[in-house]
């Protein structure tokens, strides 16, 4: 069982940056692929990106460009670089080992 445990979340003015980071714990047996996803006040929870075990990434449309994914393996940690934030960032940030193993979420506010 891994578990896992986000920090780094806070407020922010538009155009400023925040690092997200995901520590994980455990048994890490089968999980090849970590990822972060959000959900905003409303809305569903959606992917922001993903990063396997051979350092491939993928990114949401929304924050290509903006956001980088990376993992320390000897930390086993990921991290969420986030530059350039907009208002409609704001949401709340959730850590993922795929498939189904979760943070408790850590909020992100993107103030205009």
């Known amino acids: 069982q891994v578990q896992l445990v986000e920090s780094g979340g806070g407020l922010v003015q538009a155009g400023g940056s925040l690092r997200l980071s995901c520590a994980a714990s455990?048994?890490?047996?089968?999980?090849?692929?970590m990822g972060w996803y959000r959900q905003a006040p409303g809305k569903e929870r959606e992917l922001v990106a993903f990063?396997?075990?051979?350092?491939?990434?993928n990114y949401a449309d929304a924050v290509k460009g903006r956001f980088t994914i990376s993992r320390d393996k000897t930390k086993n940690t990921v991290y969420l670089q986030m530059n350039s934030l907009k208002p409609e960032d704001t949401a709340v940030y959730y850590c993922n080992a795929a498939p189904a193993t979760w943070g408790k979420g850590i909020l992100v506010t993107v103030s205009s």
């Open positions: 455990g048994s890490f047996f089968g999980i090849t692929v």
């Open positions: 990063i396997t075990a051979g350092d491939r990434t």
